[in-house]
């Protein structure tokens, strides 16, 4: 049963992580804790929760953007704020915890590879999170994710994805299909729509051109940025990727371990998906809806080959 958004006593959260004693997570917003909520009703519910680190004056902004966003969002690929937390100098969030962790540690830090089949779901999970958030209605208002990137999704014990991290989140009129005009560009590099350099302004387009990014890390396992001997000039995985697509060696990058399970026509669909993402030029692009049709489609075409090969064992 889920429990209302509300403000959380902070007791109850030295209660919850026994005073932080299980890290899960570190980054420059502070520190991710492991805890377990006992509610009124006796139920006990795994969180997730986010101690904001006293010196980052980004941390207030992208927590204050938090608790303003996520309680309105509902939808099983978002993840879920169950609470909050403001005593003296803290600032706490309070999360649904998920069991797998982040795609990121998935792709480059534990030693067992993801299947193309999960992979695939995550891209489609993902795919309905940020669909979501383009169409989301508030207003006549949708939301931009504004920091889509590997790190920022979770994933449950199905491989199912969800989105976190909404501080830099931003809303437009869901009737103008681009603008969201921001002060400095903020974000990770190498996920960053390139138009965002020449207008300075942030699209739900902006998210696509992430998810392509997304895509190429996940296909080929390779980090979003390198050095200069892995990928060339700009030590981009997306001027990479986008040169094999063009010269027609897109198998060639594809992670080992998955690059026998995908058919070349599934390898073709792919390479479209990436390349329309990536257009430097965000209207071309495709929608988040039209990905999700692509990649739905290419997962109907995964399951009737393998079942088609499983005939024939």
Known sequence: MAHPFRHIQYPEIESATNSFDQVIGRGGFGIVYKGTMTYEDGNREDVAIKRMSAESTQGVAEFESEVDTLPNLRHCNIVALRGYCVHENEKILVYEYMSFGTLNDHLHTRRTPLSWANRLNIFITASHGLQYLHNYVADDSALIHGDF??????????????????????????????TYVIAGIRGTFGTIDPSLFQTGRLRRKSDVYAFGVLMLEVLCRKRVLSDVATYGDDGSVV???????????????????????????GLKKLSSIIKSCLHRDPDPRPTMTDVVQDLEKLQTGSNRSWWERLRFI
């Not at 920022?152 to 994805?161: Q, V």
């Open 149 to 178: 990137k590997s790190s920022n999704i979770l994933l449950n014990e199905r491989f199912e994805a969800k989105i976190s991290d909404f501080g830099l989140s931003k809303t437009c009129r869901k009737d103008q299909p681009s």
């Open 239 to 265: 001027t990479w990727g986008l040169d094999h697509i063009k010269q027609g060696k897109f198998k060639e990058i594809i992670d080992e371990e998955i690059r026998g399970e995908i058919s070349s026509k």
